[in-house]
T-cell receptor, first 116, second 112 residues
Framework: GAGVSQSPRYKVAKRGQDVALRCDPISGHVSLFWYQQALGQGPEFLTYFQNEAQLDKSGLPSDRFFAERPEGSVSTLKIQRTQQEDSAVYLC??????????????FGEGSRLTVL | DAKTTQPPSMDCAEGRAANLPCNHSTISGNEYVYWYRQIHSQGPQYIIHGLKNNETNEMASLIITEDRKSSTLILPHATLRDTAVYYCIVRGSNFGNEKLTFGTGTRLTIIP
């Protein structure tokens, strides 16, 4: 499809397990973002890539969270030793980042993580 | 980025105009006002943005006060599908500072 694709849509993990969430941005989009959205809250910024470079990771809540985008397209958010407080929807967004763009971010539908 | 203040919830009758207010009194001269909405179980969706002039597109109109300290998003003829959480976001110029900082938004419910 033409939109941002995320997988899996739903993930249940036992506390202590590692999880990996995948994001396929819109083809050609330079910028890629990860957000975390807890129940009833607005999305909170985690990290930002421009091509393969991770330019901002100020929102990652702990060193258990790691994101990569090695070839400047697909990105993976990895959470090690999951905790119950990691339960949330993880949203990925991409942007073309051209001078004449609106600055619009295109979001995927998210990956809902539940840690038991 | 400047912070925004929105009412937590609003109702609007179907077919009427929905007017969603946002205060951003600390906005600086190069910051844009963006509006996104999030329908249940979906990712946020861009609606509109503006700097200081009023803007209109196929989805909505954005009215920004002359001092730029507040704005109103207008959905001219609300439908049931417009029920969503609406986020008002202030952000720097779109090239170089693309991160969006969401608040808790306004939950808009369209009443049949």
């Amino acid at each position: 499809g033409a939109g941002v694709s995320q997988s899996p849509r739903y993930k249940v993990a036992k506390r202590g397990q590692d999880v990996a969430l995948r994001c396929d941005p819109i083809s050609g989009h330079v910028s890629l973002f990860w957000y975390q959205q807890a129940l009833g809250q607005g999305p909170e910024f985690l990290t930002y890539f421009q091509n393969e470079a991770q330019l901002d990771k100020s929102g990652l809540p702990s060193d258990r969270f790691f994101a990569e985008r090695p070839e400047g397209s697909v990105s993976t958010l990895k959470i090690q030793r999951t905790q119950q407080e990691d339960s949330a929807v993880y949203l990925c967004a991409s942007s073309p980042r051209t001078l004449d763009s609106t600055g619009e971010l295109f979001f995927g539908e998210g990956s809902r993580l539940t840690v038991l | 980025d400047a912070k925004t203040t929105q009412p937590p919830s609003m109702d609007c009758a179907e077919g009427r105009a929905a007017n969603l207010p946002c205060n951003h009194s600390t906005i600086s001269g190069n910051e844009y006002v963006y509006w996104y909405r999030q329908i249940h179980s979906q990712g946020p969706q861009y609606i509109i943005h503006g700097l200081k002039n009023n803007e209109t597109n196929e989805m909505a109109s954005l009215i920004i006060t002359e001092d730029r300290k507040s704005s109103t998003l207008i959905l001219p003829h609300a439908t049931l599908r417009d029920t969503a959480v609406y986020y008002c976001i202030v952000r720097g110029s779109n090239f170089g500072n693309e991160k969006l900082t969401f608040g808790t938004g306004t939950r808009l419910t369209i009443i049949p």
